[in-house]
């Protein structure tokens, strides 16, 4: 299986055996199955490839680094500093199956 492509929280990624990818924040402590896989090697879904799933560990509830925002409106002394830092789950992919 050379790689596949899965969706979660709205967001496609590329993987392959060993890579370890930053997904959305889940709610998992050892591993995770991702179902809905759009391509998995030389198979095309549409939408989904039937019966295929990604698996991962998962290595760390992670924080990305911190985004700011700032707001401003000249001439009326308005100035706002905020600060997001996004979860994420740091996956490790052990296998793709078709």
């Not at 199955?33 to 090697?41: D, I, K, M, R, S």
């Not at 549409?46 to 560990?57: C, I, M, Q, T, Y």
């Not at 924080?63 to 500093?81: E, G, M, Q, S």
Request: proline share 1%.
């Amino acid at each position: 299986m050379s790689f596949a492509i899965f969706q979660t929280g709205g967001k496609q990624y590329r993987v392959k055996v060993g890579d370890v990818v930053k997904v959305e924040k889940l709610d998992a402590d050892k591993t995770v199955e991702f179902t809905e896989v759009l391509l998995a090697g030389d198979k095309i879904g549409n939408p989904l490839v039937k019966g295929a799933k990604v698996v991962a560990d998962v290595v760390a509830q992670d924080k990305l680094d911190k985004v700011l925002v700032f707001k401003k409106k000249r001439r009326h002394n308005y100035r706002r500093t905020r600060g997001h830092k996004q979860a994420v789950t740091v996956c490790r992919i052990k296998e793709i199956k078709v």
